[in-house]
């Protein structure tokens, strides 16, 4: 069956950084492109980032544009996501997410806490 296993949030103070991995299994990784939500108290679940497959072609929500950095690697089913120069604005849980034939596949969210 199909796992996503985030890991690596934690606490950081303004401006900090933090690299959030995505551990996958149970389909074939490298053919399905990837996708980094986040959902802070009270807002709806946003998009983050996504990575396709193949080329590794991403796109980033305006948030995010120039501070957070998607990556993947396929030899070892792994997202990553690096995120730089964090704001308070960017505390929330982050999921990863796949979607096979129609269905979003989601981990159990990893917390990120931005606070000095």
């Known amino acids: 069956q199909v796992q996503l296993v985030e890991s690596g949030g934690g606490l950081v103070q303004p401006g900090g950084s933090l690299r959030l991995s995505c551990a996958a299994s149970?389909?074939?990784?490298?053919?399905?492109?990837m996708s980094w939500y986040r959902q802070a108290p009270g807002k709806e679940r946003e998009l983050v980032a996504t990575?396709?497959?193949?080329?590794?072609?991403?796109n980033y929500a305006d948030s995010v544009k120039g501070r957070f950095t998607i990556t993947r690697d396929n030899a070892k089913n792994t997202v990553y996501l690096q995120m730089n120069s964090l704001k308070p604005e960017d505390m929330a849980v982050y999921y990863c997410?796949?979607?096979?034939?129609?269905?979003?596949?989601w981990g159990q969210g990893t917390q990120v806490t931005v606070s000095s």
């Open positions: 990575i396709s497959s193949g080329y590794g072609r991403t």
């Open positions: 149970g389909f074939t990784f490298s053919i399905y492109g």
């Open positions: 997410n796949v979607r096979i034939t129609a269905k979003d596949y």
